[in-house]
């Protein structure tokens, strides 16, 4: 019973210990940390500054559904009608769109190119392999002919003599 719990352990840790994982967690980690960053510029600096050119702050936009909304001074909240606050979905599609185009072109499109100049120098690499081996075997196809030139005749009519007699 011990050897199945060690072994369901091992198994486990080995799982953990795969570089896929590993590296799916730090992603996740930096991830995270980096969209608290987009948030803070988007809430500290963009919502401010729409806030300058406008009336109030990004967030602050908002439009009522059903007549006029009244909102209680005291709690903040809406007492009549129904507000829509398109101002925070603008800014969480800004926070969105910032963060995808910041991993899109710091992350994305450098291991791209990276990847793409990678295959290239594999293909070109191939490339010179076949051609070395093509080259090869001309050269052998040429020593063959000048050694069959050497013994006095075509390839084919040295096959049955004896070797020792140098087909002659």
């Known amino acids: 019973m011990s050897e199945k719990k060690v072994s369901l352990l091992e198994g486990f840790k080995a799982f953990l210990m795969r570089g896929n994982v590993i590296d799916l967690a730090v992603a996740v980690v930096i991830g995270a940390a980096f969209t608290q960053i987009v948030?803070?510029?988007?809430?500290?600096?963009?919502?401010?500054?729409?806030?300058?050119?406008?009336?109030?702050?990004?967030e602050g936009y908002s439009s009522c559904l059903k007549g006029p909304c009244v909102t209680d001074p005291k709690t903040g909240e809406?007492?009549?009608?129904?507000?829509?606050?398109?101002?925070?979905?603008?800014?969480?599609?800004?926070?969105?769109?910032?963060?995808?185009?910041?991993?899109?072109?710091?992350?994305?499109?450098?291991?791209?190119?990276y990847l793409a100049r990678r295959a290239a120098m594999q293909a070109a690499k191939e490339g010179v392999q076949e051609t070395l081996e093509v080259s090869e075997l001309e050269v052998l196809k040429e020593i063959r002919d000048?050694?069959?030139a050497q013994r006095g005749g075509p390839a084919g009519e040295t096959r049955g003599q004896d070797p020792g007699r140098g087909g002659q």
């Open 146 to 148: 000048a050694l069959v």
């Open 39 to 58: 948030n803070s510029i988007v809430k500290g600096v963009i919502n401010p500054l729409v806030g300058a050119f406008g009336t109030k702050d990004l």
């Open 78 to 113: 809406v007492t009549e009608g129904i507000r829509i606050l398109w101002g925070s979905v603008l800014s969480a599609t800004l926070s969105f769109l910032i963060t995808a185009a910041v991993v899109y072109f710091l992350m994305v499109l450098p291991m791209a190119k």
